[in-house]
């Protein structure tokens, strides 16, 4: 999996995310639950700033080191009820602080339109949208209040000029209330990380596996890239296995490089769950892909020419292999990859069109790494010369199909 990476946003949404934290125990406390390896209110701040809104406030009249801790570096603000909260009579979006939206919270959020005297509430109580004329008093109820929910009741009770309409009914998100809350939106979080566009093996395998690991990492201190590094070394001790031509160390080299690509797939989930997405991460991701590509088809190349002491035809069909897997990486690299891009991931198509033709869907279809599976089964048969040689003839013409790609482009 590529890990995707993320830059600032340059322009804000004009709305006003505002988390109260008005009951000092439990409210304090949910803000700081561990969900998936960040504390709450870090991830609504990156996920709400990740979707284009960037003006998100804590407010408590206590500052808390902990809660600073957890925002540090998000851009969220944390400030007093009293004060220094200044709404500026825009729309102002009111979040329970126990509440962790679900991935498309925020981008259905962006196409609410509220107008300057109408409250939109959430059905189930956890948030609710003002427009600007609502906000203008939010000051004082915030000082009246000891919890969110006597906030939403005094807007409700307050506010009569605004009209009601119930509008959040389509939004979702879950209440972080225990442990066995954290735990089901760990695994909506997990789920969320499986990608539509995987190849059969490696979403009904890797990528159960990669999840399971991904699930244990999330609580430490292991980074995406620490795990490409991994995921690199399993691969390269792999390829070493293929330049024995023993079927046992053949066996071995194909379990290892099925390894490198089931572990591959937990550097983005952890860069994505995380929000610890980079170009440099994505980078790094795609090329030791293709540098462990390369080393196992030349190690097979050796490791058959070993075997069948002939080093014309083996070693003919590695570098028939290794060369058009290095032109085939090179080629997408340049056409998809090497400009600067504000956001999503780095590597999805070798096609940059959004009209996605059938000979690039088949390109895509071809990049999958559901191959690995053929090694193994070879690899048990003691016939993985023919997979080098199918890597021999497939490699180059897909080099050429990715050039007709882009001449067409």
Not at 26 to 45: F, T
Not at 65 to 77: H, I, N, P, S, V
Not at 217 to 222: D, E, F, K, R, S
């Amino acid at each position: 999996m590529q890990p995707e990476f993320m830059q600032k946003n340059d322009h804000c949404k004009p709305l006003t995310i505002l988390i109260p934290i008005l009951d000092k125990k439990y409210e304090l406390q949910a803000c700081l639950s561990n969900v998936a390896g960040l504390p709450l209110s870090r991830r609504v701040a990156l996920m709400a700033d990740k979707a284009g809104f960037g003006n998100l406030v804590i407010v408590t009249d206590v500052r808390q080191e902990r809660l600073k801790k957890a925002l540090a570096g998000t851009g969220a603000q944390l400030t007093t009820t009293t004060h220094e909260l200044q709404i500026n009579h825009e729309p102002v979006l009111l979040l329970a602080p126990d509440c962790l939206p679900d991935r498309s919270f925020f981008v259905r959020l962006g196409e609410i339109q509220i107008g300057s005297d109408e409250m939109l509430l959430w059905d189930d109580g956890q948030a609710i949208l003002l427009g600007g004329h609502g906000s203008a008093s939010l000051s004082h109820h915030l000082a009246h209040a000891h919890c969110f929910g006597q906030l939403l009741s005094a807007l409700g009770e307050a506010e009569q000029p605004l009209q009601p309409r119930k509008s959040f009914h389509a939004l979702a998100g879950t209440s972080i209330r225990d442990a066995e809350d954290c735990r089901r939106a760990e695994t909506m979080l997990l789920s969320g990380l499986v990608k539509a566009t995987e190849g059969w093996m490696a979403l009904h395998i890797n990528r159960k596996i990669s999840l399971a690991v991904t699930s244990r990492l999330m609580h430490t201190a292991v980074t995406p890239n620490h795990m490409t590094w991994v995921s690199m070394i399993l691969g390269l001790i792999g390829a070493a296995c293929f330049l024995s031509p023993a079927q046992s160390m053949q066996i071995w080299g194909a379990l290892f490089f099925l390894a490198h690509s089931i572990l591959d797939g937990c550097d983005g989930e952890l860069a994505r769950l995380k929000f610890m997405e980079s170009r440099l991460g994505g980078i790094l991701d795609f090329w030791s892909d293709n540098v462990v590509h390369v080393s196992v088809f030349a190690a097979m190349g050796v490791g058959w020419a070993a075997a069948s002491h002939d080093s014309v035809w083996p070693l003919l069909c590695a570098g028939l292999a290794v060369g058009g897997t290095a032109a085939s990486a090179s080629l997408v690299y340049m056409h998809t990859m090497h400009a600067e891009k504000k956001s999503g991931p780095l590597y999805t198509s070798v096609s940059t069109s959004k009209q996605k033709s059938a000979v690039v869907r088949i390109a895509d279809i071809l990049s999958r790494r559901d191959f690995i599976y053929l090694v193994l089964l070879l690899a048990l048969l003691g016939q993985t010369h023919w997979f080098l040689i199918m890597t021999a003839i497939g490699a180059p013409i897909y080099a050429l199909l990715l050039i007709g790609i882009m001449i067409r482009e």
